[in-house]
């Protein structure tokens, strides 16, 4: 089992609806959590970080973890064509290896 | 902000070659990660150092070496570049245990 699992997608919405993306993960040690936005041809940017059971919101975006089910997902709201791009899930971890690991992540397309 | 310059956007070298990607952060962080991007397998981490002249391996260090001998650079090297080592290159750097990584712009490498 791979240590940070995402739906692969791809994922479409329209504009304006809620845009929902999951990821799961095997080590029930990871303390924290991390979602990247990438376009295409570009390089990962952070666009959350989580590290307490709950939801946190910033902006149109909501991240929620779930440690006792492993799971952490994103939420994004009034989604937009300019949302349009990979979402990537990272923990760090396993257990107490100092690296940052990836899920593969899910392309999302938001159409107009 | 943080700032993260890998020393070359696209780079094409032969077969054999010994190839250096350098990697340079201004923010005085510990950790800095070597990652390769490659379509439907996501980000696997090469190598990654948490101090000077430390290096960790991560999941696919096979046909690459790294050095770490000042705080702000990375270095990855590819001691004979094969075109199996075609690939987008990342560089990330962060601060502290736990916490997220900064990525730089991205090396696509090209070996012939």
């Known amino acids: 089992q791979k240590e940070v699992e995402q739906n692969s997608g791809p994922l479409s919405v329209p504009e304006g609806a809620i845009a929902s993306l999951n990821c799961t993960y095997s080590?029930?040690?990871?303390?924290?959590f991390f979602w990247y936005r990438q376009y295409s041809g570009k390089s990962p940017e952070l666009i959350m970080s989580?590290?307490?059971?709950g939801d946190k919101e910033d902006g149109r975006f909501t991240a929620q973890l779930n440690k006792a089910s492993q799971y952490v997902s994103l939420l994004i709201r009034d989604s937009q064509p300019s949302d349009s791009a990979t979402y990537l899930c990272?923990?760090?971890?396993?257990?107490?290896?100092?690296?940052?690991?990836f899920g593969s992540g899910t392309q999302l397309t938001v159409l107009p | 902000d943080v700032k993260v310059t890998q020393s070359s956007r696209y780079l094409v070298k032969r077969t054999g070659e010994k190839v250096f990607l350098e990697c340079v952060q201004d923010?005085?962080?510990?950790?800095m990660f070597w990652y390769r991007q490659d379509p439907g397998l996501g980000l696997r981490l090469i190598y990654f150092?948490?101090?000077?002249?430390?290096?960790e391996k991560g999941d696919i260090p096979e046909g690459y070496s790294v050095s770490r001998e000042k705080k702000e650079r990375f270095s990855l090297i590819l001691e004979s570049a094969s075109t199996n080592q075609t690939s987008m290159y990342l560089c990330?750097?962060?601060?502290?245990?736990?916490?997220?990584?900064?990525f730089g712009q991205g090396t696509r490498l090209t070996v012939v």
């Open positions: 990330a750097s962060g601060q502290g245990v736990r916490t997220e990584a900064f």
């Open positions: 080590d029930r040690v990871s303390q924290s």
């Open positions: 989580i590290y307490s059971n």
């Open positions: 990272a923990l760090w971890g396993p257990g107490s290896a100092r690296q940052l690991t």
């Open positions: 923010m005085d962080h510990e950790n």
């Open positions: 150092s948490y101090d000077v002249k430390m290096k």
